[in-house]
């Protein structure tokens, strides 16, 4: 079976530097007799440009096809053969000063399996291609070139008439395509139809900021009657984490910022030798709010993170953490909702004291 390149997706690559090298240019020496060329089986000069050029097209029509499509990355390997179906989007700068390159890769959605033992399935997702290409240039401006790669591979034993190897790949000017890519671009919204891609982009980071924002807040709200949680667990197969991490941050003398980190529950545990088991114990959110501010006064922010972490060999992968910062205004009159829940009709801070002398009798 032929040895095939590795193509893990950027989600598990993070950026990295684009540094591919190209093969040069064959260079064909003038011959004594043109016939002699020819006959030697050679394709002339003029046919293989004329071959070249028509792939670059070919590639070029799909690359405008997956504008307004997200990735593909398939993966599946085993002993009996392998199978990949992979777009490859990758954007190139050269610097200005010291010309050095810098490249990124799209992000791909799809699936990674084996049939190999220890192995997860492991799930992407991404979003649109122009999307992503927009939201790239208006951070880092726009890239000199654009590199797209087709791969349908499908090599299995017993499957050998159905057997498929293609692989097509092109390098653009992004002046090549910025037409292609503005249209993709314009059509995402009607708000967009003047806009340029800089400023499609800007929106659309925008956007996915405020989105970002909206999830963290209502996460942290789901968690005010609930005490924040902690469980770890690692060995020489794998890890696991479930964690949500809140942070009161105050205003302290100079204007240096202070900070207050709520207590979890939960337990850390390991299968190496001579571990032991820790737990941890913690008051509902809201509760060790109350306190807090009884305390030290209103923060002025509060920063949530949920981490969930799950890579142990035989059950689905999972790497997943969310994390953002929220005035306390945002959720004041929920917290006082969810801390009124014992004591009703009680401001914060009463409330807060009230929990502390309970505390102070026990």
């Known amino acids: 079976m032929p040895e095939f390149e590795d193509h893990t997706p950027l989600q598990e690559q993070g950026r990295e530097e684009y540094n591919s090298e190209k093969p040069n240019n064959v260079l064909l020496q003038e011959s004594e007799g043109v016939n002699d060329f020819e006959e030697s089986g050679h394709v002339p000069l003029q046919e293989q440009n004329s071959e070249k050029q028509a792939e670059r097209m070919e590639v070029l029509e799909k690359f405008k ?43 791909q959605v799809g699936e990674y399996s084996s049939n190999y033992a220890y192995n997860q399935t492991r799930n992407y997702v991404a979003e649109p291609s122009v999307v ?16 797209y790669t087709r791969i349908d ?23 090549e395509v910025e037409a ?5 671009a314009r059509s995402l919204a009607p708000e967009y139809t003047e806009m340029s891609i800089e400023e499609i982009g800007n929106d659309l980071r925008e956007k996915e900021a405020q989105e970002r924002h909206k999830e963290v807040v209502e996460r942290f ?3 005010l009657n609930k005490k924040p949680e902690y469980n770890s667990h690692d060995g ?17 003398k100079e204007g240096k910022k202070e900070t207050i980190r709520l207590d979890q529950e939960g337990q850390s545990g390991s299968d190496y030798a001579h571990s032991e ?56 009159a929920e917290v006082l909702e969810a801390a009124r829940s014992l004591y009703s009709e009680m401001s914060l801070e009463e409330i807060g004291n009230a929990f502390r002398e309970k505390e102070a009798l026990k």
């Not at 096809?65 to 700068?93: F, M, Q, T």
């Not at 501010?293 to 689905?316: C, E, F, H, L, Q």
């Open 65 to 107: 096809v997956i504008l307004g499509k997200e990735p593909e990355y398939h993966y599946h390997d085993g002993s009996a053969g392998v199978s990949n179906r992979e777009d490859i989007v990758e954007l190139v700068w050269t610097g200005e000063v010291n010309k050095k390159i810098e490249g990124l890769k799209l992000e």
């Open 236 to 252: 020489s197969l794998g890890y696991s984490r479930s964690e949500d991490e809140v942070v009161l941050v105050f205003e302290g």
């Open 221 to 223: 709200k789901a968690i």
């Open 153 to 175: 591979i499908d090599d299995w034993v017993g499957q050998e008439d159905r057997a498929v190897s293609e692989r097509q790949s092109a390098e653009f000017d992004f002046s």
């Open 132 to 147: 992503q290409i927009a939201k790239i240039v208006a951070e880092k401006g726009r890239p000199a070139k654009i590199g």
């Open 180 to 184: 292609e890519v503005l249209e993709a």
């Open 277 to 332: 088991t820790q737990y941890y114990e913690a008051n509902p959110t809201a509760q060790q709010l109350a306190k807090i501010i009884a305390a030290r006064g209103t923060p002025k922010s509060v920063i949530y993170t949920r981490i969930d972490i799950n890579d142990w060999p035989g059950s689905p992968y999972e790497n997943n953490q969310i994390s953002g910062a929220m005035n306390f205004s945002e959720v004041e």
